[in-house]
């Protein structure tokens, strides 16, 4: 039997679990044997079960009648991690369904250990919720809530950047002083490590962490930034009612450019009021697509669109929105230059705190000699630019985009609880 204890890194886009065997850490398959999960829920209405990652996604592109449940690690500290949703007819804790989905996760690292596992180090990023303390801890105690209802007894929390590190230092040759870039999902995490291969030995790490920040802005704030300015203009966001006296209220609108939001435009309540939207509306044939959209449930697959378009302007010029629906079909095309203007703030709030994170270390940017680079969002050019010209000097190092935290999770929870 494998050892009784395993990594998991619960994503806010994307999860994995990560183990240690022989003395090296490694992901578990989790679908299909690929170690990532996309962190999606879906409660199939026709057969009964509850399905995840791409299954779950597939079956909703399908048409299948459900209920999709995607970004759920957003809710954790706000105000939604207390109310229930309706599945079904049943009403359903948006906590219990995030241990749903934990739940899955241990049971196929507990495949993989060959019994049960009770001990778990959960990866967290620097800050749940911004400059809220309270917040936070809230959103961490809901976390290991839903991970102890699942059968975890004993639970760690490691941040994420230090997980990143520690499996960036499986790998160093020298003693480095390293700025740790996670930008994933729902949070980007800075931390300033020093690793070595000697220092790598040492279960007390406190003194080599010189400082820690994050901010909870991440990948899916960039695809409603990019959905609002590119996409929601075609279903009606910001143009005018008949009278010419003011804009089309932009509730809905967001709600829809929204992953962990879209779900609540398809209540009763909220077509009703689309379609007094529409009756008031100059262009009442865009405010039609936008109803068309919610009425077929295209929502989570319509945001899945601008997420695609979004990874494709890492690498190209331009990317198109292109939306099949009958009775809504539309096509929205996003160049590189727009996706980086609509996303400019954002990423300076980034930039801006990567630059208190080391000034938090009280070492000079020259000093950091390496960059190691994890998270989806870290293939963002303009991203990338405008961290890495705080520190030219410095090496770049790749890292697993989805899988760094988790097999330093697994590091961590080899030192933890072996």
Known sequence: MRPAFGGIDFGTSNSTVGVVRSGQPQLVPLENGQPTLPSAVFFNFEDGYTYFGRRAIADYTDSIEGRLMRSLKSVLGSSLANEKTRIKARQIGFIDIIGFFIGHLKTRLEEDAGGAVESVVLGRPVQFVDDDAEADAKAQGELEKAARA???????????????????????????????????????????????????RSNDRKGDILANRGIHIGGTDFDRLLSIAH?????????????????????????????????????????????????????ADLVGRFIHIVEHRYGHALAGLVEKAKIALTEQASAEVKVPLPGARFAAEITRAGLEETIAADIE????????????????ASDITAVFLTGGSTAIPLARRQILSLMPQASVIEGDIFGSVGLGLALDAQRKFA
């Open 150 to 200: 699942q059968g975890f007894r004993h639970i760690a929390f490691q941040f994420e950047p230090i997980a990143a590190a520690l499996d960036y230092e499986q790998t160093v040759i020298r003693e480095e002083l390293a700025l740790i870039v996670d930008m994933g999902g729902g949070t980007s995490d800075f931390s300033i490590v020093r690793v070595s291969p000697e220092r790598a």
């Open 349 to 364: 709030r980034v930039t801006a705190t990567v630059r208190q994170t080391i000034a938090d270390a009280g070492v000079p």
């Open 231 to 283: 996409v929601m203009p075609e279903l009606g966001y910001l143009t005018p009612t008949k009278d010419g006296k003011r804009n089309l209220p932009a509730s809905y609108f967001v709600d829809l450019a929204t992953w962990q939001r879209i779900n609540l435009v398809y209540t009763a309540k909220a077509m009703t009021d689309l379609k007094q939207i529409r009756f008031e509306a100059a262009r």
